[in-house]
């Protein structure tokens, strides 16, 4: 479903809703993880990306400390947005490896390492069901609210 596409932010308060600005361009001071990936979900929302998801996976897994996943409604959107992250996070100066799946647009996922961004179509989104593997992972608050509890931490 996907296929390798080659193509690289100071710490700012957050807003009312708990996420941090969207990145400024020209660089800055690396962040830490929490705020690059509600930086990416920043990102997302102003490119209208449903179904907006940040995952602390940390805890789980050790190949990140969390996972944003997000819903574009065509593989055009779905790589406007993946294509949005990618520039602003590449203006910040912070690494990543090469995105995957640009070039088809149904999943493209962008690893900065400690932060991986997937980026779905609808039916992409509902097949491999992400938000359903990783329902153990504590879903980070967007809006001010609580942090979610999985099932098996209540």
Known sequence: MSGPDGDDIGRTPPDERGLAPAAPAGGGAEIDSRTLATTCARITEEKKGRDLSIRHVGPLIGIAEYF????????RQVRSIAEEIDRRIRESSRPR????????GSWVLLDFGDVVVHVFGEEARRYYALDLLWAD???VPLQGEAPARSASQA
Do not use: D, Q
Not at 97 to 104: A, F, L, W, Y
């Open 137 to 139: 992972a504590v879903a």
């Open 68 to 75: 944003v996943l997000v819903t574009g409604s065509s593989a």
């Open 97 to 104: 490896v090469r995105p995957e799946g640009m070039s088809e």
